[in-house]
């Protein structure tokens, strides 16, 4: 499903993702928040794997677009890929198609050449849409990557419900970097579960700090309690 090779684009797909990119930015009026002003800097040219919350479909395509700096290729399940009209324009962007149905080392190959060439990848560690806004199970795939490769996570938080136009801006919170060196005599398997949970940790701990700055995430039409 991957016909370019990671870390390349074509032209025509960097002008969609351009577009995609100009979308986002009219439709919900991003305001990106990092836990420290010099970290917009430094996470310039870092090897890195984000990882978020994941609530809405929305998010691939938000998280995208308000990291472009970063240019991070962001795994998007391989369903998404077999839907004929989206599935060429997911494929256009910076994607990396992942089965979640069965075991799949395909992806894993693939991120490990996009961190190999100084690349950078968001991944919901969740394994698919939380149904009751909760944040759910991280699963260790991302940390495993980090773990192996050395390089850090990013925890981050995506707060709000993507109103158009009009009401609450969505936020996207980068967190501090959690720095990955796995000891000599521990497998990749084992470290990657304790930094995972520092990650899960991170993000919650994210929501909360922008729940209590901005209130509660409600739908449309809802009320916050």
Request: glycine share 8%; hydrophobic share 40%; with cysteine.
């Amino acid at each position: 499903i991957l016909k370019k090779k990671p870390s390349k684009q074509s032209f025509g797909g960097k002008l969609f993702q351009g577009l995609i990119t100009f979308l986002v930015y009219i439709f919900f009026r991003p305001k990106v928040i990092y836990a420290d002003k010099t970290l917009k800097k430094r996470l310039k040219n870092m090897p890195c794997v984000f990882v978020a919350n994941h609530r809405h479909h929305f998010d691939g395509a938000f998280s995208g677009a308000v990291l472009r700096r970063y240019k991070p290729w962001v795994l998007v399940t391989k369903r998404w890929f077999e839907k004929k009209k989206v599935g060429k324009m997911i494929a256009l962007c910076r994607t990396i198609p992942i089965n979640l149905e069965e075991a799949d080392g395909e992806w894993f190959k693939t991120a490990e050449e996009v961190i190999s060439s100084g690349g950078t990848l968001m991944i919901f560690p969740e394994g698919g849409l939380s149904k009751d806004g909760k944040l759910g199970e991280f699963k260790p795939g991302a940390a495993l990557l980090s773990a192996k490769m050395g390089v850090p996570i990013v925890p981050c938080a995506n707060f709000g419900t993507y109103r158009f136009f009009i009401g609450m801006r969505q936020k996207f919170y980068v967190g501090e970097p959690i720095e990955s060196d796995c000891p000599p005599d521990m497998r990749h398997s084992k470290y990657a579960r304790e930094l995972i949970a520092k990650a899960k940790t991170a993000v919650s701990e994210e929501l909360e700090l922008l729940e209590k700055r901005y209130g509660k995430q409600v739908k449309n039409g809802e009320k916050a309690d």
